[in-house]
């Protein structure tokens, strides 16, 4: 029975970006279906000023026409296009504006006008802001990538480099899945030594 996994992300974050390669590895391998779950590091440390409604707030635009896409497209649609924008952005070096926006919207087959239609829609800041406190709430998300299983459960991680691929990924799904699910297994950690990717 395919179990539906909750990927919580914010298209700025390499390490989430490293880490959404490993899920759809492991979605391959394994019976998993990703839903795509936006939460913004902005609205983190959020103060006077909502980081949502100012446009030239680097991610904003991704987070909002993301928004617009999940509405009108649905998940797969917001998958696609947070991959377009990784590989940009994450593996191609590229500035995280607009036009690279609109680039990797072009690269999923999507119109460049839905991020005019995205920013000029007040709904969006609260469809990301709804996601956001939904992760909150629900498990206390306080970063990303933050991954919620089947059970509710959710926990923050995992933070990887390089992603693992093939059946490697899906054993690490299977092993991270597992300590998902166990009600008394908060953390582990470990220094990073390396770069996103390396």
């Known amino acids: 029975m395919t179990k539906t ?5 914010d298209p700025l974050c390499p390490w989430a970006w490293e880490s959404s390669k490993w899920i759809r590895e492991a979605q391959v391998v394994r019976d998993i ?3 795509w779950r936006l939460f913004s590091l902005k609205l983190v440390n959020e103060g006077k000023e909502d980081p949502l409604a ?11 026409t993301l928004a617009l896409l999940k509405r009108e497209r649905g998940n797969d649609a917001v998958g696609a296009l947070y991959e377009a924008i990784g590989n940009r952005k994450h593996e191609g070096g590229q500035s995280m504006t ?10 999923c087959g999507f119109e460049s006008e839905l991020v005019e239609r995205a920013l000029g829609d007040e709904m969006t800041m609260k469809e990301v802001r709804a996601e956001h406190d939904a992760a909150v709430e629900q498990v206390g998300c306080f970063g990303v990538p933050t991954i919620c299983v089947p059970s509710g459960r959710g926990m923050f991680g995992p933070v990887l480099s390089p992603a693992p691929t ?4 899906g054993e690490m799904w299977d092993h ?23």
Not at 54 to 64: S, W
Not at 178 to 197: N, T, V, Y
């Open 5 to 9: 996994v909750q990927f919580h992300f």
């Open 33 to 35: 279906d990703i839903e």
């Open 54 to 64: 100012d446009e030239h707030t680097t991610g904003t635009p991704a987070l909002r």
């Open 98 to 107: 607009v036009e690279t926006l609109k680039d990797a919207l072009s690269d």
């Open 166 to 169: 093939g059946e490697a990924a």
């Open 176 to 198: 991270v899945s597992w300590l998902i699910d166990q009600d008394g297994f908060f953390e582990l950690k470990r220094e990073r030594d390396r770069a996103p990717g390396a």
